[in-house]
Every structure is written in C-alpha cells, then in structure tokens.
C-alpha cells in the first residue's frame, strides 16, 4: 500500500486555518493513491503550550476534521492534537481515523519536559498498534522517537512506525539519525512526518520527513519546504528482510 508524509507549515494557534490549508493537501494524498496520509503533530495549533485555550475533548474539531477528511476521500489519516479526558491537563493525543469512520488513539508517552510540555499535557502509559488494510501500525509522536524500549517491545507485531512531529531544526541530525536507527533495530518501516515552517514560540523546524524502508533505506524524504512524501511499503517485505537477517531473535 502506499504511505503518504504530508510535510507542512501550521498556523499557530488558529484550527480553522489549518483546516483549510491542509483539506487540499489530503486531497493531493488520496489522488497519488496513498491509502494512508500522515499529518503532524499538533497538526492544528502548533506545539503551542496554551493547552487551556487549544485544548478540546475527544470528537473535537481537530479530530473531527481528521475523521471528516478520511471518510471524504477514503483513506486513513492521522495527526496529534491537545485532547482533554478528564479535568486536568489534556493530552498529546495521535488520532489515526479511517475511511469508515474508526477512530483509534494513542497518547504520547513522553512529554517533552525541555520544552516545557509536562507543565500542559499529561503522559500516556499505553501503546498501540493498528491493523490497517493488512499493514500493522504502531504510533509514536516526535519525543518517543528518542525511547527505543517501547519501539522494541512492539517490533514483533508491527510492519510500520508512524511517528508524528515538531521537532526542530536545532536538532535535526538527532532527527534524521535516529529515524533511521528505529527502522534498521526494529526490522520495519518508519514513516516519520515533521513540520516545516516557525511557530509563534520562535522555533524553526527544518522539515526532514522521510520514510524509511526495513534496512534503513530512505524511500521518500523532504527537506525545509512543505511537500506530499509517498511511498509503497509493503509487509512482506518486512516478512522476507526478517526471516533473512535474523537479528530480533537475537535481543536478550
């Protein structure tokens, strides 16, 4: 199936603005085929940490755009976005929605506390993997990318990593290494989708989507511009790189 990175600018802090920016981006996803478009993190706000004020209970519009943008155009989209469960803090919350209107969530685990965001948002504690159109996913959001532990214990059961972001230029060598590293210890692709543009907050992010292939292998990759990343990934090629390198069973 193909896999599409769609690598873009946000307007901080304004949802409806993205929306409507985004909508033909998505549409440019589905006309190349991609049954599977990723967005970023805080796709709809940037990282902005006035959670109080971007924050939004779960069916909110951030994701019911995602879930209207799926059924639209039949295909499976996902991004992050600040979702409240409960009272307190919300969370960074990955929203993968399909074309039939099924919703699955994943809250990121690690809070980036150089960057202040354990001050507004709360850590998740559980992982998880989609099965979709025979591909198993496992999402992550930008600051797991640096946690192997939790990538390893799902690497038996997963063809593709999506991993969404807003990791900044300061640190893009970080970025772009460790994609890789996660795709070539754990035998499976990594579709890894980061903003470009500056936020509000003054922090420049070079882009550097990429998708990367079960031997590290750079299929599709974006640089400092916004830009639709596709590719084909395939899980048995996962199947076949592992049954030849047999490194996972090898993990003590």
Request: hydrophobic residues 40%.
């Amino acid at each position: 199936m193909k896999i599409a990175a769609i690598q873009h600018d946000i307007v901080w802090e304004d949802k409806d603005a993205n929306f409507e920016r985004l909508a033909p981006m998505i549409h440019g996803a589905a006309a190349a085929g991609a049954r599977l478009a990723l967005l970023t993190e805080t796709f709809s706000t940037g990282f902005s940490m006035d959670t109080g004020r971007t924050g939004e209970p779960e069916g909110g519009p951030s994701s019911s755009f995602l879930v209207q943008q799926a059924k639209e155009h039949d295909l499976w989209v996902g991004g992050s976005c600040p979702e409240f469960v409960e009272d307190g803090l919300p969370f960074n919350t990955f929203v993968l929605a399909g074309p039939d209107g099924t919703v699955h969530r994943y809250r990121k685990i690690h809070p980036f506390t150089y960057g202040g965001e354990p001050t507004s948002f709360r850590a998740g504690s559980d992982l998880v993997t989609v099965e979709v159109e025979g591909l198993r996913v496992s999402l992550f959001v930008c600051y797991d990318l640096r946690f192997a532990d939790e990538w390893w214990q799902l690497a038996a059961d997963t063809d593709a990593y999506l991993v969404v972001a807003n990791w900044p230029e300061a640190r893009r060598t970080h970025w772009q290494s460790l994609t890789q590293a996660r795709a070539i210890e754990n035998q499976a692709y990594v579709v890894a989708c980061n903003r470009v543009g500056t936020g509000d907050d003054g922090i420049g992010h070079a882009g550097d989507s990429r998708i990367v292939d079960p031997l590290g292998e750079l299929l599709a990759t974006g640089s400092r511009t916004e830009a639709l990343l596709v590719a084909e990934v395939d899980p048995q090629h996962v199947g076949a790189v592992r049954d030849r390198f047999r490194f996972l069973q090898d993990r003590r």
